[in-house]
C-alpha cells in the first residue's frame, strides 16, 4: 500500500476491542470537549489526578470511573 510518507501516524486501537480507529490523547479531548461545550467536573479531575499518581493501568481506571457512577 502506498501512502504519502508526510501523513500523520495514527495510533490504532486494539483489534480486541472489535473497532478500528485511533486514539486521541487526553489534552487533544479536552479541546475538542471544549468546543462541544463539555468541561470535566472538579471530581473527575480529581480521579484523573489519582489515576496518574498511582500509575494506573488503563483498566484500572476505567473500574475507578465505573466505581464512582454505579449506583449502590
Known sequence: MWYQSSM???KT???KA???GFV???ERFEKI???EGIELSNAMKKRIRDSDRKGLSPEARRAAIIRAHSKG
Open 8 to 10: 500523520a501516524s495514527q
Open 13 to 15: 486501537t486494539s483489534k
Open 18 to 20: 472489535g473497532g478500528s
Open 24 to 26: 486521541l490523547g487526553r
Open 33 to 35: 470537549s471544549a468546543v
